[in-house]
């Protein structure tokens, strides 16, 4: 099963940011990418993943600032 690649213009447009902010993600080994000659390509299953997870942390985040929320 092939993967279709986004450049981090296309992920930045997605997302709402700046290529910046992608490319500070990408160094950071937070956003799996590969360097396909000067430009850096992220897979779209990727992309998806890094949503979820960054989803699943805002929640906990979230949660934690409720009045009463102790953590377990």
Request: glycine fraction near 4%; charged fraction near 25%.
């Amino acid at each position: 099963m092939s993967s279709k690649y986004m450049t981090t213009a296309e992920v930045a447009e997605r997302w709402n940011c700046t290529t910046m902010t992608v490319l500070q993600y990408i160094h950071a080994g937070q956003l799996s990418a590969v360097k396909l000659g000067r430009a850096w390509n992220i897979r779209s299953d990727e992309v998806l993943r890094f949503e979820k997870s960054k989803e699943k942390a805002d929640m906990a985040e979230q949660a934690a600032m409720r009045v009463g929320w102790l953590p377990s």
